[in-house]
């Protein structure tokens, strides 16, 4: 089934209400180059920092979708040659910011399925919301939240602070590991998973669903309603020199997941 609704999410979305059956056979190209979108996204594991962008739809807060490859070389070409701000190709308008944090408010994967589609928040040309903070913020606060409540409930001295938190959610797998000096030792290195029950896996459900009604319900770059999270026991890597100090520095990782 053919048909490019234009280039915006609404008219797309209206297609896939008048034949559900048929939406995921629909042909897309993207409005920049006219070569079709990608419908489902690259998985193979890419390289911490190195942008990768393949094909694959990306729908704007505006709710105008193109190639995400396009729409990336488009605005850095504007940003490079006249100084522009990310914006728009259709409508010019500016990709806002979110309040909480201050990061720019980016794209979103277009839908291949009617159940993704169901996950994506209102566009904000249809009355639809800025999350307070983006994703990649709310991960973080959401792990230190965590991370604070087994501080504060850990059941003995040894099980904090060898301990770090991960969360993977569709492709993507996201690690903060934090840092530590546990007596002469720096901790660093994942040793096992830890088993989640009782009153911690109960908390830590509770902020997964958090995210994923927050995710659903406003704009936000990451679909978040498979996130989950996991605990892992850390392991002794080296031992410190005398007087250095480790405190409050962190390692964040961005994988694809294999």
Same mark, same amino acid.
Request: charged share 20%.
């Given at each position: 089934?053919?048909?490019?609704?234009?280039?915006?999410?609404?008219?797309?979305?209206?297609?896939?209400?008048?034949? #559900?059956?048929?939406?995921?056979?629909?042909?897309?190209?993207?409005?920049?180059?006219?070569?079709?979108?990608?419908?489902?996204?690259?998985?193979?594991?890419?390289?911490?920092?190195?942008?990768?962008?393949?094909?694959?739809?990306?729908?704007?807060?505006?709710?105008?979708?193109?190639?995400?490859?396009?729409?990336?070389?488009?605005?850095?070409?504007?940003?490079?040659?006249?100084?522009?701000?990310?914006?728009? #190709?259709?409508?010019?308008?500016?990709?806002?910011?979110?309040?909480?944090?201050?990061?720019?408010?980016?794209?979103?994967?277009?839908?291949?399925?009617?159940?993704?589609?169901?996950?994506?928040?209102?566009?904000?040309?249809?009355?639809?919301?800025?999350?307070?903070?983006?994703?990649?913020?709310?991960?973080?606060?959401?792990?230190?939240?965590?991370?604070?409540?087994?501080?504060?409930?850990?059941?003995?001295?040894?099980?904090?602070?060898?301990?770090?938190?991960?969360?993977?959610?569709?492709?993507?797998?996201?690690?903060?590991?934090?840092?530590?000096?546990?007596?002469?030792?720096?901790?660093?290195?994942?040793?096992?998973?830890?088993?989640?029950?009782?009153?911690?896996?109960?908390?830590?459900?509770?902020?997964?669903?958090?995210?994923?009604?927050?995710?659903?319900?406003?704009?936000?770059?990451?679909?978040?309603?498979?996130?989950?999270?996991?605990?892992?026991?850390?392991?002794?890597?080296?031992?410190?020199?005398?007087?250095?100090?480790?405190?409050?520095?962190?390692?964040?990782?961005?994988?694809?997941?294999?």
């Amino acid at each position: 089934m053919a048909g490019n609704a234009q280039g915006f999410w609404p008219n797309l979305q209206q297609q896939m209400m008048d034949d #559900p059956a048929a939406f995921s056979a629909i042909e897309l190209d993207c409005v920049i180059c006219f070569e079709p979108l990608k419908r489902h996204p690259d998985t193979e594991r890419h390289e911490v920092g190195q942008p990768h962008r393949d094909h694959r739809g990306s729908i704007l807060p505006c709710g105008h979708f193109f190639g995400d490859r396009c729409l990336y070389d488009f605005q850095k070409t504007k940003f490079n040659e006249f100084g522009e701000p990310p914006a728009c #190709p259709t409508c010019n308008s500016q990709q806002p910011r979110h309040p909480g944090c201050n990061h720019l408010v980016n794209d979103r994967d277009l839908p291949s399925t009617v159940k993704e589609a169901e996950c994506l928040p209102q566009i904000l040309t249809r009355g639809g919301t800025l999350s307070e903070k983006c994703s990649w913020c709310q991960l973080i606060d959401s792990t230190n939240e965590i991370m604070d409540h087994i501080e504060e409930t850990g059941p003995t001295p040894e099980f904090w602070p060898a301990v770090t938190t991960s969360v993977s959610f569709a492709d993507y797998f996201f690690n903060r590991c934090k840092t530590h000096a546990y007596g002469d030792h720096e901790m660093r290195v994942f040793l096992n998973h830890i088993h989640l029950e009782g009153e911690l896996l109960a908390f830590i459900r509770g902020v997964e669903r958090q995210l994923a009604r927050s995710s659903a319900t406003h704009w936000q770059s990451l679909d978040l309603h498979q996130v989950t999270f996991h605990l892992h026991r850390m392991n002794r890597v080296r031992k410190l020199i005398p007087e250095e100090h480790l405190e409050g520095s962190f390692i964040l990782a961005l994988l694809a997941s294999d």
